[in-house]
Nanobody, 126 residues
Framework: QVQLVESGGRLVQAGDSLRLSCAAS????????MGWFRQTPGKEREFVAA????????KYADSVKGRFTISRDNAKNTVYLQMNSLKPEDTAVYYC???????????????????WGQGTQVTVSS
């Protein structure tokens, strides 16, 4: 069982940077691949970024590639999402999630994730 708690979301202006954190508790965090998703009202949850268990492989949505960076610190049981050059369309609730699969190509699919956090709100004003 893994519990995930996101933090770091807040109101920022377009062009600003923000770093989200996802702290994990429970057993086996370092054996899970981790992902970030986001969701706005009335829309499906959207894949943002993912990283495998050791951090050697990452995957990004085209909409954030070059602006967002996912990383993890297994010693701290934490995964991060560094978001630069934020745009109003990045406004959403951001969720982190843990998956047992290490196949990076599958990590854009929400159904492969076993554990989810409660989300943190990011609002980007224009």
């Amino acid at each position: 069982q893994v519990q995930l708690v996101e933090s770091g979301g807040r109101l920022v202006q377009a062009g600003d940077s923000l770093r989200l954190s996802c702290a994990a508790s429970g057993r086996g965090f370092s054996s899970y691949a981790m992902g970030w998703f986001r969701q706005t009202p009335g829309k499906e949850r959207e894949f943002v970024a993912a990283i495998n268990w050791i951090g050697g492989s990452t995957k990004y949505a085209d909409s954030v590639k070059g602006r967002f960076t996912i990383s993890r610190d297994n010693a701290k049981n934490t995964v991060y999402l560094q978001m630069n050059s934020l745009k109003p369309e990045d406004t959403a609730v951001y969720y982190c999630a843990a998956a047992r699969t290490q196949i990076v190509e599958l990590l854009a699919t929400s159904s492969v994730y076993t554990y989810w956090g409660q989300g943190t709100q990011v609002t980007v004003s224009s």
